[in-house]
């Protein structure tokens, strides 16, 4: 058989092949080197590299200077940072994946293998990637493997899916490994690397700052740890539907809230709408009915209503149920009995309501200010309102006190139409004359 082009895969076993012998005579003063044929020095040790079957079969050890091995057989150790490397032993996970853990110079295991991936320290902190069904998970650890903070996976039901994922690692080196998903034909992933000009403007940030990958946003603090995967919908930046303490996210048709401050997931997107919160309460809408959080996301005010407005000076908000309003205060209380057939938000201390065709006005205690009369009407968004009764308009004051103003909008809207008929009477009847007279002249001459 003849001999064919050179394939990708051997063109990456020679790449490496040269990698090593480059490697090899850059770092191998001392004769006892030879039997390696990768190594990397580190101060006072060495990390050695036997490759038997390159991608396949290869083994690593930590030496110190006289060869002597301060480490059994691990498939690889990577580079040193801050004093600890990682390093995948031999065995793997039931799952045939690599484990990754940490050393230290003596050799000594600082933190278990237990990882599906992570990387070098930086600062005394690094990412970590482990199992966490059905997910993959990611957290921050310190250089004694407590964990720093650890990304509330758990509420992304449809991203970051172990079935989904692909755990891949360069020829011959076990800790170079990526854990990989596609979007829309892009690979991503789950820690993140930024730009150096990118790092700059994060640091230069004065809070946490949300960045957009392939459509999907996530949060990442000034430390540079992840908050929020990069999974989200939409962040509410403009505070349409945010304040009081929460920025307003969306997770596919499903609404949450982070801290804007700390980036902290506070409320899962368990929400189907949410308001703008008012008075230190959040309406939000499950299952069809809305209830009311506080900025811990506790629940203070149960999913009742069918509708609900936001709670205002006076501690009211109306509520329905069934087609029937009334008032309850930010404890939950029934303040105005659920009997009219609409209410309107308090005001000025009054709110305008509804039986059958007519409304009126009532206090904060319930008591009308004004009886059930008007035709048309408006809530207190001034000191003043206009209202309608008998196809007369009113201006109204706090007290219920009637200041006529016009006629209603309705009787001037007659007045037009009737105005309109006559002139196309009186129009047509002018035609009407005219051609008679017309008619007439002709007649005599």
Known sequence: MGMGLPTFRNIV??????RS???FAQTKPEPWLKEYDECREYGDVYVVKKINKPCRAYETFLTNKQGRKLTPAYRDIGDFEEGLAEFVPMAHSREGQGLHGFIDKQGKVVIEPRYVSTDRFYNGRTWVIYRAEPHYGLSYIDKTGKELYRIPIEHFANDYLIRDAEVKHQCNNDTKEDVLWWRNGEPLVLNFNFTPFVEREIRQAKGIVPFNYLGKFGVIDQNFILKVPVALD???VNYTYSGQGLTR????????YINPLTGDLVVPCDYTDTRKPTNGLFWVKKNGKWGCI????????PHLYDEATGFTAENRSAVAINGKFGHIDRSGTVRTPLTYDFASYYNHGISMVRVDDKYGYIDTTGRFVTQLIYDEAFPFDHPTTHVERSWLRFELTQDGKEEFIGFSYKLKGLFIIIGTLIFIWLNSLFYRIRDKVRWNKRRMS
């Open 13 to 18: 076993l020679l790449s490496l092949l040269l």
């Open 21 to 23: 012998v480059w490697t």
């Open 234 to 236: 939409e962040i509410d």
């Open 249 to 256: 996210v969306r997770y596919g048709d499903k609404y949450g």
């Open 294 to 301: 506080d900025k811990t996301g506790t629940l203070r005010i």
